[in-house]
């Protein structure tokens, strides 16, 4: 997983097409989400925590 931060954001990248849900979990914290729109497999996170080799589930 890749991720740059944007603000107040941090944008990940999944290596292969996932569901992307309104809620990110990581590391038993819950994040809310936000569409990257023209990046293909990204997601943005409001944080600005590092979530590099972290595991991620996401719902709504």
């Known amino acids: 997983m890749n991720q740059i931060i944007i603000n ?3 944008v990940i990248e ?3 097409e996932i ?10 914290k819950e994040y809310l989400t936000e569409i990257v729109y ?3 497999n990204c ?3 409001k944080s ?5 080799g972290k595991e991620v589930f996401f719902h709504d």
């Open 14 to 16: 999944v290596s292969n």
């Open 19 to 28: 569901y992307f849900g309104n809620y990110a979990l990581i590391d038993g």
């Open 48 to 52: 600005k925590g590092d979530f590099v």
């Open 8 to 10: 107040d954001y941090v």
């Open 43 to 45: 997601i943005a996170i």
């Open 38 to 40: 023209d990046l293909p």
